[in-house]
């Protein structure tokens, strides 16, 4: 089971969809963060723990990175995204992961930081699950914004 939880990159998203609104395409950013002011970093308020975080300005890995998305409900019922990563993109979230040991790796959505979880190990596998309070309409929408990089 550790080994499956290693290979996927869990996210929680609650309230997300109330952020999205009705645009049919999701900006995903995964940047890195560090927990005292940094040059080059950004203040922003970590959703879990209500504290200031700083956010690099560079994007590590964007909807170019993703081969694909897609909806996947779990054993209790919940509605939760899966993400591939192209093989590029996979070895950017490698990096990203282990570049980010310790520390919380943000996500943003349209600009907005969704959440930051302190990375514990260097992920590999090249796929991330975004799991959360999603309706499945909800889910799909920000699945398929997500995929819908090349437009």
């Known amino acids: 089971m550790s080994r499956i939880l290693s ?65 996947i409900m779990d054993p209790q019922g919940n509605y939760n995204i899966q993400i591939e990563f192209t093989e590029v993109g996979a070895i950017k979230f490698s990096n990203a992961t282990e570049h980010s040991l310790k520390k919380p790796l943000g996500i943003l959505v349209d600009g907005r930081l969704i959440c930051a979880p302190i990375v514990n190990e260097k992920i590999e596998g090249g796929k991330a699950l975004i799991s959360g309070q999603f309706t499945q309409e909800e889910a799909e929408r920000i699945s398929n914004g997500i995929s819908r990089r090349h437009e």
């Open 7 to 71: 290979a996927m990159f869990i996210l929680t998203l609650t309230g997300y969809a109330t952020m999205l609104g009705a645009q049919p395409k999701v900006l995903l950013e995964f940047r890195a963060c560090e927990t005292s002011a940094t040059a080059g970093f950004i203040p922003m308020i970590s959703p879990e723990s209500q504290k200031t975080i700083y956010v690099s300005q560079e994007t590590a890995i964007s909807n170019e990175d993703v081969a694909s998305s897609r909806v």
